[in-house]
């Protein structure tokens, strides 16, 4: 059965995208721990992410990269930590939060967050990689 992220990157479900290629997308997650919490996440369907393809895994931290910049530009925070927990959904994605402080990354922090509010920070995001000179396939 697919997963919630292939039935989002499918289009069965929403999805607020940040960016999208043939290989990743970044989209914003719907209970972010701090606003502008992201998730990157590979197209192909890989429950674990150390059996990610090597050039796979290449490209999904070149995107977080590229996203990171972007929330950096928008929220200017001190770090943006990325994490890859795979307990929640069985399939591979790596959070990108901003944050200031450690605490910033507890996921104890998670609260749900409204379709206008996700769609309006995605907006943001994408704009930045613009600003930034990337293109996202958006």
């Keep these: ?14 999805g607020h995208f940040v960016w999208r290629d ?15 919490h992201c998730l990157v996440i590979p197209v192909e369907e890989i ?16 995107v977080a990269r590229k996203v990171a910049k972007a929330q ?13 927990a795979g307990l929640e959904v069985p399939h591979t994605h790596y959070h990108l939060i901003p944050a200031n402080e450690i605490t ?13 509010e996700l769609a309006a920070e995605a ?4 704009q930045a990689l613009v600003d930034l000179g990337y293109a996202s396939g958006e």
């Design 1 to 14: 059965m697919a997963s919630i992220f292939t039935k989002i990157i499918n289009g069965e479900l929403p």
């Design 22 to 36: 043939d290989v990743a997308v970044a989209i914003m997650t719907i209970a972010p721990v701090k606003t502008g």
């Design 47 to 62: 429950d674990h992410w150390d059996d990610v393809p090597a050039d796979v895994s290449a490209h999904l931290m070149e």
């Design 72 to 84: 950096k530009r928008v929220y200017q925070p001190k770090r943006v930590g990325v994490m890859v």
């Design 104 to 116: 910033d990354l507890d996921f104890a922090l998670q609260k749900p967050a409204q379709a206008e």
């Design 123 to 126: 907006a943001r995001l994408r």
